[in-house]
């Protein structure tokens, strides 16, 4: 598992750091050199929509398989297109590779490590924050170093082929054994898709995505317009985010995990991200700006691990097919929201006012996750009391 997420962190941030290679390679615009990574995005969806389903039938090793032969395969097709259009096609293939790992790791820790699931989806998404920061650095060093950049995908197919036939040689009965959705109790996928519970996460993470997508979207914006900063200084403010996401989640994978539900650790610390960062929409200063991306990156890091844990909880023997889809689901706010924002920037005529739309958002988020905890907990308690005495003969 960890080494599936690994190579999913590796893939991840790619293909923006092949922007201006691409442009120069096939003569792109900007907004061309950009549909890279919206395919890219659009491979995401399908996956997210699809791979927990396919790995029902396929099983947790034989989905495996197919991670590392999409994104091979997409690897390969980026290596020998001679078109824009054939790029395009590499990149869907590789985002669809990239995101089908959720699938595979939410089976293996349903099936595997339910007690403790919350710590280990913290373990996961540090591992796959760790690889993240690795990958396009070294890309961006192989890129200096290599005169053609097709051979540093050739090379990149090359090993993920020779790591799915290792897996298929080493890897035993364990994985073969770990089966999803064919428990007495899992619910069928009209059940699932109609479970109101399956929407309100998925809602959640709409709003997530409307206040952290819009946060890394246009944060380094915001520091360009208010206090000139190149985009050295700009990047800088993502990489404090990220390095901060890294650490909250080995931090709360070591001491909080499992000891805090997830409604109430997804609220409390999306609480806290969010009076960071609305100290840097405050404070005009860029070294401000950096510790609250960090710290901000840190508390909001609980956001994917805790949501994964919670749907994981709610349905165990459909997790492969219920997290992905609570992601899918949000991503009507990934894809809608930074454009919005946008527009609403132009409306208004200042950038830093919309922006506390975002820190609205989150706190939004924050109450009706533990509105949800707490109700759940005065319920319980109210169909628990015994009853009441009658009047009548007292």
């Not at 479970?195 to 946060?215: H, K, R």
């Not at 100290?279 to 710290?295: D, E, Q, R, T």
Request: glycine content about 12%; overall charge positive; hydrophobic content about 55%.
């Amino acid at each position: 598992m960890f080494t599936l997420v690994s190579v999913q962190g590796l893939t991840l941030f790619l293909l923006p750091v092949m922007f201006r290679t691409f442009g120069r390679t096939f003569g792109l615009s900007l907004g061309q050199e950009g549909q890279i990574q919206s395919f890219f995005y659009l491979g995401a969806m399908i996956a997210l929509f699809s791979a927990g389903w396919i790995t029902e039938r396929l099983g947790v090793k034989r989905s495996s398989l197919v991670v590392f032969a999409l994104i091979g395969a997409g690897s390969l097709t980026l290596a020998l297109s001679q078109t824009y259009a054939i790029a395009k096609v590499g990149a869907t293939l590789i985002g669809i590779g990239n995101q089908w790992v959720l699938a595979i790791s939410s089976a293996i820790i349903a099936a595997r490590f339910g007690h403790i699931r919350q710590k280990m989806y913290m373990w996961v998404m540090a591992v796959m924050s760790a690889t993240a920061s690795v990958g396009p650095v070294t890309l961006g060093y192989l890129l200096t170093r290599v005169d053609n950049w097709r051979m540093i995908f050739f090379s990149l197919a090359a090993a993920l082929g020779l790591a799915g036939l290792a897996l298929r040689r080493i890897s035993g009965a364990e994985l073969d054994a770990i089966t999803t959705g064919k428990e007495s109790s899992a619910l069928s996928g009209r059940q699932l898709l109609s479970s109101p519970i399956l929407w309100l996460i998925g809602f959640l993470v709409i709003l997530d995505n409307l206040a952290s997508g819009n946060l890394l979207a246009w944060t380094p914006r915001l520091f360009q317009l208010r206090h000139g900063a190149d985009e050295t200084r700009a990047g800088l403010l993502l990489t404090a985010n990220t390095v901060g996401m890294l650490v909250g989640r080995i931090l709360m994978g070591a001491f909080v995990s499992s000891k805090v539900s997830e409604r109430i650790l997804l609220g409390g610390c999306y609480a806290a991200g969010m009076v960071a960062y609305a100290v840097l929409l405050w404070v005009p200063s860029y070294p401000v700006g950096i510790a609250m991306m960090a710290l901000q990156g840190a508390f909001l890091s609980a956001q994917a691990p805790t949501t994964y844990s919670l749907a994981t909880h709610k349905f165990p023997a459909r997790a492969a097919v219920a997290v992905p889809l609570v992601d899918a689901i949000g991503s009507i706010g990934g894809f809608s929201g930074p454009a919005l924002l946008g527009w609403s920037a132009e409306h208004v005529g200042d950038l830093g006012t919309v922006m506390w739309i975002i820190p609205c958002m989150g706190l939004c988020l924050a109450a009706i996750s533990l509105g949800w905890e707490y109700y759940d907990r005065w319920a319980g308690k109210r169909n628990s009391a015994p009853p009441a005495a009658s009047a009548i003969g007292t």
